[in-house]
């Protein structure tokens, strides 16, 4: 890897701008887009916040804003943030299922949807408000579903999550206008200053070309799995959570009595890394808002329970999942 | 190096999230601050950002902010952001050695000064401005000047610049408050969202550790290397720029009647990666901000060549670039 500064005219450099400009050139490539309108960011939370606040703050301070209760924090934190700013946000509910509801928006000037929701696996509809700058928080998902961007202006992607370790992507349509979050050089066609991270640039224009690829092979074989891992979850008492269609690699449940953080230490210590709420604010005591959001009370939604499959995933470690949650769960689950 | 989520709560998290406090501690020691003064960003650029925008916004509408026009361009566009925003910021000039001038500044709420000018490599002098809160660019410098946060509420660091890759770390004074740049989780006590890129906090910890050590050692070491590559500049018909104190490691010449991107070339063809003008700037046609804030002609301010020498430097290599420079540059430049 070219350990060059991009922005510098010496051979070390050129090479480093090189393998930035093949890497943006590659993932344009795999969402069908043009490179100039990819951003590479530092992660999926700075290219979600690029998209909204930069795109928001160029908006008419009358312009209304829209978005749905169950969005991911960093979606919901930026409109927190441009709504302070004195514009007009307004969050509409999610249904039971964790589904986006009034998907038709007349007046909207900025819609922020997406892929599939982060913590019940919710596949969401397509939004249609063609007056609209459409947001498609696609962090959750494309390993699994395809990324169609007709009709999207902003796209935003997590390098985390597509197993490229770090940084982040953001789609920008040729046209659309943002603010930066940062000065200070021209770097990204002035939408994002600072040195470039070129290895992250790689990692993530190379999986999302891959995810490309690969992900029709790869949701059919993994679909089985995550069945299993769902009537685990039901057989040790969970409440599964989420609706069809659902992430192929995704199980979810609440395991009402229990807390979250008690489930996840107990699965940890028997070797299962899971998830409770979102992974971003676990740790935290706090009610996962997304349940919160789907109807369920206070209570239930402090004890959510998430397991994926991924692509490396096999038979062999989804039977000693289901063991150890056969063993485990039912002792914390009082009936 | 642990590849989990800090702030996922099983195993592999948990052992990120001990890499990444064991970093804020090993910074903090380096910088003779409290860990939860330490924030980790993407870059020096971000962190500047964060320091400036963040603290800047919450200031008054009418609170004066102040800097200096030879600052770098990430210090430059936070404020032309603050003052596109409504707020009043005021721009000093430096004298004819890129020196800050007027360290007295009554009245001024937020102050943004820097250890060294990054294209010229004069040494700034410490600013009193008792009332204001003030920050300290400290990317460029730090591996060659102590750093000294007594009266400092904000100070930046650039990975890049320290050796660490990537990365950049602000340190935000106890009390003082900042409006992040990104939202969407807890991460950073709330100063910045989004997943923690561990490696890049371990590395650039490291390094300010490192630079607390043998900076005194260093640059007395680098010192007559870098008054070795300023007489060859000299000698080559290049007119010196900045002043004493100058970077340890720092020489930079300008070279009438010619372009920095020729020299550039030129040098790079020989095998010297040099720079002209700022490297953020550079690649562009543009003159440097810094040579024409210190009065230079339009012409000259496009012809800044600049040369450093690194803590691997040896004498073998300056040897070497004391050849090239007396071959390559005579050529170029029409007396």
Known sequence: MPGGNPSSPHGEGRAALA???????????????????IVFTSSGTEAVNLGLLGAGRRLPQSAPIVSWAAEHQSVLGALRRLQLEGRPVEILPVD???FNTEADLPGAALVSTSLANNEVGTVQPRVHAPEALLHLDACQGP???DVDLRGVGLASFSGAKLGAGRGG??????????????YGGPQERGRRAGREDVASAVAVATALAVCREQRALR??????LAVRLRRALSAAGGRLTGAEPVLPNHASAVFPGTRGEDLLMALDLAGIAASSGSVCASGSLDPSHVLLAMGLSLEDSLCGLRLTAGWSTGEAEIGRAEAILRSVLPALVQP
């Open 169 to 182: 992507l953001l789609f920008v349509r040729a046209g659309v206008r943002l603010d930066p979050l940062q």
């Open 19 to 37: 393998a930035l400009e093949g890497s943006r050139e590659l993932a344009a490539r795999a969402l069908g887009v043009e490179p100039a309108e």
């Open 219 to 224: 949701r059919e074989a993994v679909k089985p």
């Open 143 to 145: 390993q699994w579903l």
């Open 96 to 98: 039971a299922g964790g």
